[in-house]
């Protein structure tokens, strides 16, 4: 009886120990959550899979130079059954605007969630 309890302790600590790493993911530790930016550009990409959607759209900076931008939203499922999302709701050449937190380091990618706190995505067509 001792070593059966024994094992499934073991079991229970192993299984533990090996799904602790999945829930990391979910860190938003690269994006600025305490600062919020807005920018209007030209969808060029999107790549709806797991464990999150990636929209890319081109924006123009203050000398009208082209600079591609990216921002992470959450899951496929999560914005289609929360916000009607689909495949087909943003592609290619749709204008957009997007609120978002920007990296930490500057690189030219946002967390798509208002604010980082998980709210409704901030994004809207322009067209």
Do not use: C
């Amino acid at each position: 009886m001792k070593s059966k309890r024994f094992g499934v302790f073991g079991l229970a600590v192993g299984l533990l120990a090996v799904a602790w790493p999945l829930l990391a993911h979910h860190a938003q530790s690269v994006y600025d959550t305490t600062t919020r930016i807005t920018l209007e550009g030209t969808v060029t990409k999107v790549e709806w899979a797991n464990p999150h959607i990636l929209l890319f759209f081109d924006v123009k900076d203050d000398k009208g130079n082209v600079e591609n931008w990216g921002t992470e939203f959450s899951s496929p499922i999560t914005l289609r059954r929360n916000y009607g999302w689909s495949q087909s709701t943003f592609k290619p050449g749709d204008r957009v605007s997007i609120t978002g937190n920007p990296r930490k380091d500057g690189g030219r990618m946002m967390w798509g969630q208002r604010a980082g706190d998980g709210s409704e995505p901030g994004i809207k067509k322009l067209n």
